[in-house]
């Protein structure tokens, strides 16, 4: 056991990765900090629409996505890649929406069902590529990611400066496309999340907005996998908005949250990563989900002291909700 | 009865159970050159690796189509999905338990996982404002993580790294051993016996939670039970078909089970079969490609299965429905160039048999191609014969029989709304246009008495009577018909 969990040391997990390896260390949180943010961004409309899982859906089949975009175009480059995985993801809720609308299956077996047969037909096609010997994933790369690969990747030169690894630069590109769509169609995306029926009567097309946040949201998710992987991609669509909720009612307060929740859980996870030795990705999940602990626990200390505290508006009105 | 036969298919279960113990790596260690030596093999069940996959994989297939029939139906199909990620610390803490696969071990800790990932999905929803979908994704992704940081940290370990754990995520039913196959027997047979012996209870608290706890009925029970044989079924299954396509082993044979009946015991039965045959046809194509995973074969053929059922299920495929759509549109059309033609002959003062092509398409407005061609419809179907130049056409018994029908439905609908409904007599033509077609002769009986067997329509139209419907168009000229009506018992 003791192997297992190592020692914690103050300057081997606090210091030195600020000092000695600052570089390594930097990136790797600034690309932690991007993925969730961006995937928290998108995610907190995901859950005002209860819609979490499409995310799941979303990236399980880019597996399928990148395979079939290489048996097309035959090399692996970063945009035939992102192109198969964008297209699977649209697929993916095409796929959903016409299952649930044909027939009496319930969404969220509809869900369930395209998403596992995509995933399989990816695993399939992927080992007769490679029992031919002519291509390789690694298929728990595409499930865990490698955020630790980051800082390797030869860093993108643009007009004499170095500006960063790829996937970073191409990670805040994704973040700020999400940022500013949501500022600029924030009345559309609230209206359209919190009431169909009025946006229709507003002349608002609920159809457009919805496939658009299904576009925003495969994209973060395609952008997103490279590092954290597909499963845990989820986790960051998910978690930095219920840690949001926790804390606030207001939107445009759960949006500034989850940005703050982001950074806090990169910081975090990458300290823990690096405590444990253990998987970057893993840690960062870890990390935001011991950040929504926190959140929840206080929110219900929060409540019970409230109501144990909560003094009546006026005397002779019954408190609604009131232990009796 | 259906106790006793349900214990009896347990036992069969546990007979499969037990094949011969063999420690091959693949199930096709032994290589035959071509595809048809190695399904030959197969077929011959010799191999005892093989035996091992093939009942490991068809009972996962009926344990997975059991569970997932109670999932499909509670609107729970994701729970799979976060429960069979949920469980993957467990599988990491039961391999840590004393360093090596030991399946009891790893069984205990990803069972244990596995409820306390259902508790927190209970929890969260108990507690927070968030729906099913967040709750359900909270705990798939945290504990996924969890598990991640575990096997990575276990990869550090001395000895750790030839775990063999990645198994876990994409399964491999030659890995199975003989203890794994016992395993998933017994859980399999654990399902059926539960299934068989509260089956009412579970099908109360499955569709009506309500009532069942309004009768005193331990609804938390039966739903945590529920969740303790489907955490069994996951983490039997896992070594087989991995972590990620557990889930669809468990929604897909149900949900096409879900579109052919309405029966809870039915589609328990077809489900388990489509599992079944699923994780059959899994373990073949792996067995007849070499390295080729079992895992997502079996999702494959089953995703076939749901997809035939999606199309060409009896009663909620889409091309079924299609199809009786299509006809039955046929037949509205037909029954109303019937009607046309009864409109024809009546505005003639039933004088004469013939109604020419001219004459439909002037009382429908419609050009003459299209007259001659719906009549050539009615001509095939029997309804009428056509005159040797083509010209005109005459009804034949069974056309006139339906076309007194339809005509009787109509006038009979718009002289109950008027009357028992009070709608004006110009209102109700609309209606009656549709309603025509469906009424049923039950039904036309029920309106005849209500409106006290009445031979005129609101719009002073005679309505035909059963006896009309019997007479040849010859005999129903002018008078004779008036007369004939005034002397019909039971009319006033």
Redesign the interface.
């Known amino acids: 056991?003791s192997?297992?969990?190592l020692s914690f040391d103050w300057y081997r997990v606090i210091v030195q990765p600020w000092v000695d390896d600052f570089p390594i260390t930097f990136w790797i949180v600034l690309m932690g900090f991007l993925v969730t943010a961006a995937c928290g961004l998108v995610g907190n409309f995901l859950?005002l629409r209860?819609?979490?899982?499409v995310?799941?859906a979303i990236s399980?089949s880019i597996l399928p996505g990148l395979v079939v975009a290489f048996m097309i175009f035959k090399t692996a480059t970063t945009w035939v890649a992102f192109t198969g995985a964008l297209a699977a993801g649209i697929l993916t809720v095409l796929i959903i929406e016409f299952?649930h609308r044909?027939?009496?299956?319930?969404p969220?077996?509809a869900?369930?069902?395209a998403f596992?047969?995509l995933?399989?037909?990816g695993?399939?096609l992927l080992?007769?590529l490679e029992?031919a010997g002519s291509f390789h994933i690694d298929?728990?790369c595409v499930?865990?990611g490698e955020i630790a690969f980051v800082p390797l990747e030869p860093p993108v030169v643009w007009s004499g400066y170095e500006l960063g690894p790829p996937s970073v630069i191409r990670m805040a590109l994704v973040l700020m496309a999400v940022a500013l769509g949501i500022a600029v169609f924030y009345k559309e995306l609230v209206v359209t999340s919190f009431d169909p029926g009025l946006a229709q009567s507003l002349g608002m097309r609920t159809a457009f907005w919805h496939y658009g946040l299904m576009g925003a949201l495969a994209l973060v998710v395609v952008s997103a996998f490279e590092s954290v992987g597909a499963?845990?991609a989820?986790?960051m669509?998910?978690?930095p908005?219920?840690f949001a909720?926790?804390l606030s009612e207001q939107l445009p307060v759960r949006l500034g949250l989850t940005v703050l929740h982001a950074a806090l859980s990169a910081v975090l996870g990458v300290h823990l990563?690096i405590w444990?030795?253990?998987?970057a990705?893993?840690?960062?999940?870890?990390a935001?989900?011991f950040l929504?602990v926190i959140a929840?626990t206080t929110?219900?200390v929060r409540r019970h002291l409230g109501r144990r505290y909560a003094e009546p508006q006026a005397a002779n009105v019954p408190v609604i909700g009131a232990s009796s | 009865m259906r106790k006793l036969t349900g214990l009896a298919l347990s036992l069969v279960c546990f007979a499969l159970a037990v094949p011969e113990a063999a420690e091959a790596a693949r199930i096709n260690e032994l290589s035959d050159s071509t595809l048809i030596g190695r399904a030959a093999r197969f077929f011959s069940f010799s191999d005892p690796s093989l035996r091992n996959a093939l009942a490991g994989s068809m009972l996962l297939g009926v344990c997975c189509g059991l569970m997932g029939s109670f999932l499909?139906v509670r609107?729970?199909?994701?729970l799979?999905?976060a429960l069979s990620?949920a469980v993957l610390p467990g599988v990491a803490l039961g391999f840590?338990w004393n360093m090596s696969k030991d399946p009891l071990a790893i069984f205990a800790g990803a069972t244990l996982a596995g409820l306390l990932g259902a508790g927190t999905v209970q929890l969260l929803r108990a507690?927070?404002?968030?729906?099913?979908?967040?709750a359900?994704?909270?705990v798939?992704?945290?504990f996924?993580?969890?598990?991640?940081?575990?096997?990575?940290?276990?990869q550090?370990?001395?000895g750790g790294n030839k775990s063999g754990l990645?198994k876990f995520?994409?399964g491999q039913a030659a890995a199975l051993g003989r203890s794994d196959v016992i395993l998933l027997g017994v859980v399999t047979t654990l399902a059926l016996v539960a299934i068989v012996v509260f089956y009412k209870e579970y099908t109360i608290t499955s569709f009506d939670a309500g009532f069942a706890r309004s009768i005193g009925m331990p609804v938390q029970a039966f739903h945590y039970s529920l969740m303790l044989l489907l955490a069994f079924a996951i983490v039997s299954s896992l070594q087989a078909v991995g972590v990620?396509?557990v889930?669809?082993m468990l929604?897909?044979p149900?949900?096409a089970a879900?579109?052919l009946t309405d029966r809870l015991g039915r589609m328990l039965i077809y489900s388990a079969i489509f599992g079944m045959i699923s994780g059959g046809a899994g373990a073949f194509f792996s067995f007849v490609?070499?390295?080729?995973?079992t895992?997502?074969?079996m999702?494959?053929a089953a995703?076939t299965v749901?997809a035939v059922s999606?199309f060409f299920g009896p009663r909620?495929g889409?091309f079924s429905r299609w199809w009786r759509q299509r006809s039955r549109s046929a037949r509205i059309s037909r029954e109303n160039t019937l009607k046309a033609i009864y409109h024809v002959l009546e505005d003639q003062g039933f004088t004469s048999e013939q109604v020419s092509t001219h004459e439909m398409a002037e009382r429908r407005r419609e050009t003459l191609e299209e007259a001659q061609h719906q009549l050539g419809v009615l001509r095939r179907h029997e309804y009428v014969t056509m005159s040797d130049d083509g010209e005109s056409v005459a009804l034949t018994p069974a056309g006139w029989h339906r076309a007194c029908e339809i005509v009787r439905n109509h006038r009979l609908w718009e002289l109950y709304l008027t009357n028992a409904a009070h709608i004006p007599a110009d209102h109700v033509h609309e209606d009656a246009e549709k309603i025509e077609h469906v009424l049923g002769e039950e039904t036309v009986h029920m309106l005849e008495k209500r409106l006290n067997y009445a031979n005129r329509d609101p719009h002073g139209r005679l309505i035909p009577g059963v006896e009309d419907m019997r007479l040849t168009v010859a005999r129903q000229r002018g008078p004779t018909r008036e007369a004939w009506f005034g002397k019909m018992p039971g009319r006033p």
Request: hydrophobic fraction near 60%.
């Open positions: 056991m192997s297992l969990i859950l209860r819609m979490a899982l995310g799941d399980h299952i044909q027939s009496r299956v319930k969220d077996a869900i369930c069902i596992t047969t995933f399989a037909l695993v399939v080992s007769m029992s298929a728990d499930l865990y499963i845990l989820v986790a669509l998910i978690v908005p219920m909720a926790e990563s444990l030795n253990c998987s990705a893993g840690a960062l999940v870890v935001a989900a929504f929840w929110s219900q | 499909v609107k729970l199909s994701l799979g999905d990620h840590l507690t927070t404002r968030h729906k099913e979908d967040a359900l994704g909270f798939l992704a945290s996924f993580g969890v598990g991640i940081c575990l096997f990575t940290m276990i550090n370990l001395p990645d995520m994409f990620v396509l889930s669809a929604v897909v149900a949900a879900f579109l490609g070499r390295n080729l995973p895992g997502p074969f999702v494959l995703a749901f999606l909620y889409i």
